[in-house]
């Protein structure tokens, strides 16, 4: 159910690969309806993934726009995730310290470490439909910061991707360094296992233990993220059927209802105040965007009378659903 997001940091390098490759990055986020000057904090629709790739593929005029951004990546960006690599104590420390916390810059990436002999395989578990540009890009991204945290010691010895078609493979070797297998079981990269004991120039126990309490807060905050917009994508199901209680919610999340109670609390909500923001919102909606019926509105919001929703309307708003019906038109 829940909607698969990913963190405006797993995009920066490669808004900063559009303005190294010549491209204005401004023009492909205005496509995508974000504002230009840079991608706001936060975190955003997986989903939206593909019409960024479009856009950026028509700017750039590159077919294979993944894999061409890829070659104007910076090496290094001063996220959190690198920073635990730094202050661990070998790469592959810092690796494993990193993989727990993947989910910092992207809900499909279901990334692990296999060792098998002397190779280690980095695995990138994936979504289904990803644009084949999306793993292009990041296969390229990790490439780039893996040499840079082992002061070139990292070396690719071949890369797997799931999508069958792509670029000419010699235009892969030459932007990852390495054979590259397309129609694959799997997104992975593989390289030599001696790497992972590489020891780091910069490891500090202290700073990592700090590194990780930040990355353990950064978690519970997406975490806390996807049960209020889980809540009230559920508030807004149930409501077509007449209505939604903490019960029937807490029972479509498997969880019973003193526990949902208690997660909102730790998130700072109550699910009163997320059934009201709810109503009111899509009160306004319809009002302003439909014509409607005002029964039609009482009965899509919840309420069992009509004259309980022009009650609970006046306070939210301070003006009764028709007079704000009207002022809507009249402003429009």
Known sequence: MRDLT???????????????????????????????????????????????WKAAAEECQEEHVGLYLAGHLPAFHGLL?????????????????????????????????????????LLLGMSDGVPRHFPEMLAGAVIRLFAALTEGTFIPHRVQFMHNQGAPLERYAEVYGCPTDLGAERYALLFDASVLNKPSRHAAPEL??????????????????????????????????GGATLEQVAGRLNMPPRRLRERLAMAGVRFNDLITDYRCRLA?????????????????????????????FKRWVGETPVEFRKRGKVNA
């Open 6 to 52: 990913d963190d405006v940091a797993l995009m920066r390098p490669v808004i900063d690969a559009l303005r190294a490759s010549g491209v204005d990055p401004d023009k492909v986020l205005v496509r995508v309806g974000l504002p230009p000057g840079g991608l706001p904090a936060g975190r955003f629709p997986h989903s939206a993934q593909a019409l960024f």
């Open 81 to 121: 995730l690198e920073y635990l690599f730094l202050s661990s104590e070998t790469f592959g420390d810092g690796l494993r310290h990193a993989l727990r916390y993947m989910r910092l810059l992207s809900d499909t990436l279901n990334a692990r470490l296999e060792i098998e002999g002397e190779s280690a395989i």
């Open 208 to 241: 990592l233990r700090m590194h990780e309490s930040l990355a353990r807060r950064q978690l519970a905050e997406v975490e806390r993220l996807d049960l209020v917009r889980n809540v009230r994508e559920l508030i807004g199901e149930l409501l077509v059927d």
């Open 284 to 312: 306004k909606d319809l009002l302003l965007k439909t014509d409607e019926r005002i029964d039609v509105i009482v009965e899509r919001t919840g309420f069992s009378e009509p004259s309980t929703f022009y009650r609970a």
